[in-house]
Antibody, heavy 121, light 110 residues
C-alpha cells in the first residue's frame, strides 16, 4: 500500500526556517516525481516544488523560489522541503504528493495527510 | 488570483448531476492534460480524473472528465451526500513552467 507521511510542521518565526519530511512507503521515491503542495487557510491548493525520479529536474513555484529547497534521501525513501526566510503567507498545510509525468500530462495519484506550518511572531 | 478559473460553489440535490468547469488558456489547458481532485479540508486530496478523462482504479464511473479547447469539465452523476467536498482542476502551464490549480469549487449536496 502506498503511503506518504509528512512531519516537521509547527510554529516558526518570520524569517526562520523549518524542514519538512515526507516518508514514503509502498514504492520507491526514485521512481516518481515527488512534490510538495500547500493550502493556506481559506485558500486553494498551490503547487510548491517538484523533484523528478532521477533527481535531474527540480522546480519551484514563484512564491517560494530562492527560499525553499527540495531534496531526497534515497536510503530512507524520504523527501524533504527545507523552508528558509519564512513569511506569514507561508502559513499553510503542506502536503507531500506522488506525481506522474507523461509528456504534457501531470497528475498526483497519492497524497499525505499534510503537516501544518504556522509562521507567526 | 488562480491561473485556472473555477466557480466558487455549485450545488444540487441527491441523485442529480452537477458539472464543474475549469477555464484556462492555450499555455495550460489548451495544450496540456487536465487532472481533477476531491478534497475534504484536513484530509488527503484524492485523484479523481487524469489525462482529461481517465479514472484511476477505484473511482466510480459517476465521475467523468472532458476537455474542449481551453476549458475542462468535471461531471458527477448520482450525487451523494458523501460527495460534498472541494474540487480542484490542475495542469501544467507551459509559459509559467509550473503546475497550476484552479481556485477550487465547493460542492454542496442539498
Amino acid at each position: 500500500e502506498v503511503q506518504l507521511l509528512e512531519s516537521g510542521g509547527g510554529l516558526a518565526q518570520p524569517g526562520g526556517s523549518v524542514r519538512l519530511s515526507c516518508e514514503a512507503s509502498g514504492f520507491n521515491v526514485r521512481s516518481y516525481a515527488m512534490n510538495w503542495v500547500r493550502q493556506a487557510p481559506g485558500k486553494g491548493l498551490e503547487w510548491v516544488s517538484l523533484m523528478s525520479g532521477t533527481g535531474d529536474t527540480i522546480s519551484y513555484g514563484d512564491s517560494v523560489k530562492g527560499r525553499f529547497s527540495i531534496s531526497r534521501d534515497n536510503s530512507k525513501n524520504t523527501v524533504f522541503l527545507q523552508m528558509n526566510g519564512l513569511r506569514a503567507d507561508d502559513t499553510a498545510v503542506y502536503y507531500c504528493a506522488r506525481g506522474h509525468i507523461v509528456g504534457t500530462s501531470f497528475w498526483f495519484d497519492s497524497w499525505g495527510q499534510g503537516t501544518l506550518v504556522t509562521v507567526s511572531s | 488570483q488562480s491561473v485556472l478559473t473555477q466557480p466558487p460553489s455549485v450545488s444540487a440535490a441527491p441523485g442529480q448531476k452537477v458539472t464543474i468547469s475549469c477555464s484556462g488558456s492555450s499555455s495550460n489547458i489548451g495544450n496540456n492534460y487536465v487532472s481533477w481532485y476531491q478534497h475534504l479540508p484536513g484530509t488527503a486530496p484524492k485523484l479523481l480524473i487524469y489525462d482529461n478523462n481517465k479514472r484511476p482504479s477505484g473511482i466510480p464511473d459517476r465521475f467523468s472528465g472532458s476537455k474542449s479547447g481551453t476549458s475542462a469539465t468535471l461531471g458527477i452523476t448520482g450525487l451523494q451526500t458523501g460527495d460534498e467536498a472541494d474540487y480542484y482542476c490542475g495542469t501544467w502551464d507551459s509559459s509559467l513552467r509550473v503546475i497550476v490549480f484552479g481556485g477550487g469549487t465547493q460542492l454542496t449536496v442539498l
